[in-house]
């Protein structure tokens, strides 16, 4: 069995190079190999073929239920985000990065289009402890689907987190939650506390100055 490979100890050719395109039946056979690796690592959630050294696109997602991705293609993209993620192939490393909400992508294996999201579901008029408890909970791991799927496509087009990654401008200094802080979007310049400028500022749109 194939394994990942590690890219801060191992050279792979394929890391950086967007994947060739495979048939239906390629790619489950590829797809069934990837899941089979994750299985018996279980740390990860996905994994695309050039991470175990197979130049193809095809990956595998394990969410909140298996996903396989063969030749997949965006169609539609929502609102970008801020969001940390890390990867099997840079172990240990993890980054700031932007994502969408929700995507709509097509793949070789299905004519449909498939729609994800991260998006709260419009509520239902229960408001109880539990049921809030559990859309919360529904909706992070939709979110998490979402974004997989988005740094799986990465990887099939020769890209990875360090490609997407947000540098904050906040390094050493340690800023007090009510201090005023000056910031700006390269257009308009804003002067807020920081306790309400961090989320902007790590979103990486806003940089202090």
Same mark, same amino acid.
């Given at each position: 069995?194939?394994?990942?490979?590690?890219?801060?100890?191992?050279?792979?050719?394929?890391?950086?190079?967007?994947?060739?395109?495979?048939?239906?039946?390629?790619?489950?056979?590829?797809?069934?190999?990837?899941?089979?690796?994750?299985?018996?690592?279980?740390?990860?959630?996905?994994?695309?073929?050039? #991470?175990? *050294?197979?130049?193809? %696109?095809?990956?595998?997602? +394990?969410?909140? =239920?298996?996903?396989? $991705?063969?030749?997949?293609?965006?169609?539609?993209?929502?609102?970008?985000?801020?969001?940390?993620?890390?990867?099997?192939?840079?172990?240990?490393?993890?980054?700031?990065?932007?994502?969408?909400?929700?995507?709509?992508?097509?793949?070789?294996?299905?004519?449909?289009?498939?729609?994800?999201?991260?998006?709260?579901?419009?509520?239902?008029? #229960?408001? *109880?402890?539990?049921? %809030?408890?559990?859309?919360? +909970?529904?909706? =992070?791991?939709?979110? $998490?689907?979402?974004?997989?799927?988005?740094?799986?496509?990465?990887?099939?087009?020769?890209?990875?987190?360090?490609?997407?990654?947000?540098?904050?401008?906040?390094?050493?200094?340690?800023?007090?939650?009510?201090?005023?802080?000056?910031?700006?979007?390269?257009?308009?310049?804003?002067?807020?506390?920081?306790?309400?400028?961090?989320?902007?500022?790590?979103?990486?749109?806003?940089?202090?100055?």
């Amino acid at each position: 069995m194939k394994e990942v490979i590690n890219c801060f100890k191992d050279n792979n050719p394929l890391f950086n190079k967007p994947l060739k395109e495979v048939s239906v039946e390629e790619g489950m056979e590829i797809a069934k190999e990837l899941f089979e690796i994750l299985n018996k690592r279980k740390d990860g959630i996905g994994l695309a073929a050039n #991470q175990v *050294g197979i130049d193809a %696109q095809v990956a595998v997602i +394990n969410v909140r =239920e298996p996903i396989i $991705l063969i030749n997949p293609k965006y169609v539609e993209t929502g609102d970008e985000i801020p969001y940390y993620e890390g990867c099997l192939s840079l172990p240990g490393k993890a980054v700031h990065t932007k994502r969408y909400n929700s995507v709509v992508i097509k793949t070789a294996q299905d004519d449909s289009n498939w729609y994800f999201s991260g998006a709260p579901n419009p509520t239902d008029g #229960q408001t *109880g402890w539990e049921k %809030q408890e559990r859309n919360k +909970n529904d909706q =992070e791991l939709r979110l $998490l689907e979402t974004v997989c799927i988005q740094h799986e496509i990465d990887h099939l087009n020769g890209l990875n987190i360090m490609d997407r990654q947000v540098i904050s401008t906040i390094t050493n200094k340690k800023i007090g939650r009510n201090e005023k802080v000056t910031i700006t979007d390269g257009q308009k310049t804003k002067e807020l506390k920081w306790k309400k400028a961090e989320s902007l500022v790590e979103s990486g749109v806003w940089k202090i100055v």
